[in-house]
C-alpha cells in the first residue's frame, strides 16, 4: 500500500474523530444550556406555586378564624342569656321561697290555734258533761246506755225491712242459682227423667216388630237397655217405640241403633251389639262434624279432636228450649265483636265464647261445674292461659284475670236472655210484657207504668198527692210479690217506683 494513502487515511479518519467531538462538545454544551434554563424555569414555577398556596392557605386560615370568632361570640351571647335566665329564676325562687316560710309560718300559728281551741273545747266538753251528771244525777254508763237504746228504737224499723229486702234478694238470688246448678248438673246426669223431655221416638213397621224388640223372656230389650243406658219404652205409643234417656248423646245414638235393628229385622244380643257399635260409630262421627263446622263457621284453628267432639256433644243439649252449640257460637260473635270494639283480640274472645260450656258435656263421673271442668281440660290441651280463665269465670266462680272474662259474661247473658233466645217465641214476649205492666197498673195510686230493658225492669209512676213515700215502697213491694207469683220469667225482674213532685210557676 502507498504510504500517502494510508497517511491521507489516517489525517481523514483523525479529522473525522475530531470533527465529532467538536459537534458532540457543541451539543453538550448546548444542552447544558437548556437544561440550566429548564432547572430555572421550575424553580420560577415552583416559587410561584409555593406562594400561590401560601396565599391560599392564608386565606383558608382567616377564613377559619372568622367562623371561630363567629361561634364563640354566639355561644357568649347564649351564656349571657342562660345567665340572665338564671338570674331570673333565682329571684323567682327566693320570692318563692319566702312566700312558703310566711305560709308555714301562718300554718303553725293556725295549728297552734288549733290545738288551743281543741284544748278549750275539751275542757268546756268535761265541765257541761260534770255538769249535765250533776243535774240529771245519772252515770256516764247510764246515759250512754240510754243513748244507745233511744237510737236503736229509731232505727229499727228501718233496718227490720232493710234486713227483710236483703233477705229476699238474697233468697231469689240463691233459687236462681240453685235452679241453674240442678239444671246443669242434670243434664250430666243420666236418669230416667220425663219422657216428654228427654225422650226419641223410632216408628216400627208393624206391631209384631214390639214383641221381637222384646225379645224371649224379654232377653232382647234388656240387653240394648244395658248397653245403651237408655229406656224402652214399647207400650207408650201405637206403631213405635220410644227412647228415655237424660244423656241426649246416649239416646241419639240408641235411636240410630234400634232403627239400624228395626230395618234389618234379625233382633237378639249379638245383632243388638253390633248394631249399637255402629250407631255410637255413626254419632261419634257426626259429633266431630259438629264440632268441626262450628269451627270453621268462626275461622278457627288449632282446637284438638278431643276438644271439637265436646263442642259437637252440645248439638244435642239444650237449655231452656235453646240449643247449647247454636248458644255458643252466637256468644263467640258477640264476644268477638266486643273485643273489637275495646280493642282487644277477637280470636281470644271467639275462642273463650264457643268453648265455655264444653263442660256440659262431660261424663258426671267428672266432679266440679261445667265452668271449671271446662277450664281444666282447655288447660290441659295448652289453651291460652286468658281463655281458660275466662271460661272457669264466667259464672264468677274464680275471679277473672283478663277482661276477656268480663266480656264473655256479657255475651251469655245477652244470648240467654234476648227476646225469643229461649222458650219463648217473640208473640209470647210481647204479652209477657203486657202482663207485667198490667200487674203494675191494677195497683190504685199509680198514674204510668212502663216495661223497659227487655223486661228486665219495671218503672211506675205514681201520684204524688194521692202516694206517699211510705206508700210507694209498700207498692213496690206489692208488685214484686205478684210478679214472683204470676209470671214465669228469665234471670230477674228489677222494680222502681217514682215518686216525683214538680212546682213549675210562669212570669209573665
Known amino acids: 500500500m502507498d504510504p500517502n494513502t494510508l497517511l491521507f487515511g489516517v489525517l481523514g479518519v483523525a479529522l473525522g474523530i475530531l470533527a465529532v467531538w467538536i459537534l458532540t462538545f457543541r451539543y453538550r454544551a448546548k444542552a447544558q444550556v437548556e437544561a440550566s434554563s429548564i432547572v430555572e424555569l421550575a424553580r420560577k414555577e415552583a416559587s410561584v406555586d409555593r406562594k400561590q398556596q401560601l396565599a391560599e392557605a392564608d386565606l383558608e386560615i382567616k377564613k377559619l378564624r372568622q367562623e371561630l370568632e363567629q361561634e364563640i361570640h354566639t355561644l357568649r351571647s347564649d351564656l349571657t342569656d342562660r345567665e340572665k335566665e338564671l338570674v331570673v329564676k333565682e329571684k323567682s325562687a327566693t320570692v318563692l321561697d319566702q312566700d312558703l316560710q310566711k305560709r308555714l309560718t301562718q300554718i303553725s300559728e293556725r295549728e297552734h290555734g288549733l290545738e288551743q281551741q281543741s284544748s278549750a273545747i275539751a275542757s268546756q266538753t268535761t265541765t257541761y258533761r260534770q255538769k249535765l251528771e250533776e243535774l240529771a244525777q245519772l252515770s256516764p254508763d247510764l246515759i250512754r246506755s240510754r243513748l244507745e237504746d233511744e237510737v236503736r228504737r229509731e232505727c229499727e224499723d228501718d233496718l227490720r225491712e232493710m234486713r227483710q229486702q236483703l233477705l229476699n234478694q238474697s233468697e231469689q238470688e240463691v233459687q236462681r242459682e240453685a235452679k241453674r246448678i240442678l239444671l246443669t248438673t242434670m243434664q250430666r246426669i243420666a236418669s230416667t227423667p220425663d219422657a216428654s223431655n228427654a225422650a226419641s221416638t223410632v216408628a216400627l213397621p208393624n206391631d209384631e216388630m214390639k214383641g221381637r224388640i222384646i225379645g224371649k223372656e224379654g232377653r232382647n230389650i234388656k240387653?240394648?237397655?244395658?248397653?245403651?243406658?237408655?229406656?224402652?219404652?214399647?207400650?207408650?205409643?201405637?206403631?213405635?217405640?220410644?227412647?228415655?234417656?237424660?244423656?241426649?248423646?246416649?239416646?241419639?245414638?240408641?235411636?240410630?241403633?234400634?232403627?239400624?235393628?228395626?230395618?234389618?229385622?234379625?233382633?237378639?244380643?249379638?245383632?243388638?251389639?253390633?248394631?249399637?257399635?255402629?250407631?255410637?260409630?255413626?254419632?261419634?262421627?257426626?259429633?266431630f262434624q259438629y264440632g268441626e263446622e262450628a269451627v270453621q263457621k268462626l275461622n278457627l284453628t288449632g282446637l284438638p279432636s278431643e276438644v271439637l267432639s265436646l263442642l259437637g256433644k252440645l248439638k244435642y243439649r239444650y237449655s231452656l228450649n235453646q240449643n247449647t252449640l247454636e248458644h255458643s257460637i252466637e256468644c263467640a260473635y258477640i264476644c268477638s265483636m266486643l273485643a273489637s270494639e275495646l280493642g282487644l283480640d277477637p280470636n281470644l274472645a271467639k275462642r273463650a265464647g264457643l268453648l265455655h260450656d264444653i263442660g256440659k258435656a262431660v261424663e258426671h263421673e267428672y266432679e266440679g261445674s261445667h265452668a271449671m271442668m271446662a277450664a281444666r281440660i282447655l288447660r290441659g290441651y295448652g289453651e291460652n292461659e286468658a281463655v281458660a280463665n275466662a271460661v272457669e269465670a264466667h259464672h264468677k266462680e274464680v275471679e277473672p284475670t283478663s277482661l276477656y272474662a268480663p266480656l264473655l259474661m256479657i255475651a251469655d247473658s245477652v244470648s240467654a236472655t234476648r227476646p225469643g233466645a229461649r222458650v219463648e217465641s217473640l208473640d209470647a214476649y210481647v204479652k209477657r210484657l203486657e202482663r207485667l205492666e198490667s200487674i203494675a197498673k191494677d195497683i190504685d195510686g199509680i198514674s204510668e207504668v212502663y216495661a223497659i230493658q227487655a223486661g228486665r225492669e219495671i218503672r211506675v209512676m205514681v201520684e204524688p198527692d194521692h202516694v206517699n213515700s211510705q206508700d210507694a215502697r209498700k207498692i213496690a213491694r206489692t208488685i214484686r210479690n205478684r210478679i214472683e207469683e204470676e209470671l214465669q220469667y228469665p234471670s230477674t225482674i228489677k222494680v222502681t217506683v217514682i215518686r216525683e213532685q214538680r212546682f213549675t210557676e210562669t212570669a209573665t
Open 223 to 287: 240387653a240394648f237397655e244395658a248397653l245403651t243406658g237408655v229406656t224402652l219404652m214399647i207400650d207408650e205409643l201405637p206403631g213405635s217405640v220410644l227412647i228415655s234417656c237424660f244423656d241426649p248423646v246416649r239416646r241419639e245414638a240408641a235411636r240410630v241403633a234400634l232403627e239400624l235393628l228395626v230395618k234389618d229385622g234379625r233382633i237378639h244380643p249379638a245383632s243388638i251389639e253390633e248394631s249399637i257399635q255402629k250407631g255410637q260409630k255413626e254419632i261419634d262421627n257426626l259429633v
